[in-house]
């Protein structure tokens, strides 16, 4: 009988674990909604300049994303850890593809997790049109698939975003698995000089 409670309490414990887990995951809101009520709270020097913008990344595997290394272990990984693939993502003002574009999301991305398909990328926002035509955005950060959004750090910039700092909050659009293409909708907010 004393193993049958010690086994029981290890699986109560495990369970309370998990539960305390999941609700530290859902508590940590990254929605746009959720940062933009963070920012209103945000005090920052007077010289800076804060610039939000709102774009459409478009992803394709074997168009805008090329497979450029495999670990000899990711084909056996659900998470495909290991895989990397550099990309010339196309960015819209809407989210068709077609829509007016404005840059690409040009850099790296791999799958750094073994625990859930999550994207680790390393990359740049190149503005093409408009007043940011020439300027850049340098971002960094881990994206969940499956997470209802995600957020990166803005860490530096050109151009009009010399010395930029700030977050980039995305979720998924559309999204096609097995086809490899994916919509992403894109939230930055950026202070620079």
């Avoid at 746009?32 to 020097?45: F, I």
């Avoid at 990711?74 to 990309?87: K, N, V």
């Avoid at 574009?101 to 994207?119: C, D, F, K, W």
Wanted: charge should be positive.
């Amino acid at each position: 009988m004393g193993k049958k409670k010690k086994i029981i309490s290890l699986i109560v414990v495990f369970l309370a674990i998990i539960t305390a887990m999941e609700i530290c995951y859902a508590a940590r809101d990254q929605s746009p909604k959720a940062v933009e009520k963070w920012l209103k709270n945000l005090k920052y020097p007077s010289n800076e300049k804060l610039t939000k913008l709102h774009f459409y990344c478009h992803h394709l595997r074997g168009a805008t994303a090329v497979t450029i290394a495999r670990a000899a272990t990711t084909a056996a990984s659900p998470t495909y850890f290991g895989l990397m693939d550099i990309r010339d993502d196309p960015l819209t003002v809407g989210p068709d593809e077609s829509s007016l574009r404005v840059g690409y999301a040009q850099g790296i991305s791999a799958a750094a997790s073994l625990e859930e398909i999550s994207s680790y990328d390393l990359f740049t926002y190149v503005f093409t049109s408009r007043k940011y035509n020439g300027s850049t955005l340098a971002v960094l950060g881990s994206c969940p698939l499956f997470a209802p959004s995600c957020e990166a750090a803005v860490v530096g910039g050109s151009g009009v975003f010399r010395l930029a700092r700030g977050w980039v909050t995305a979720r998924i659009y559309y999204l096609n698995f097995t086809a490899g293409k994916a919509s992403l909708e894109v939230n930055v907010v950026a202070l620079h000089y």
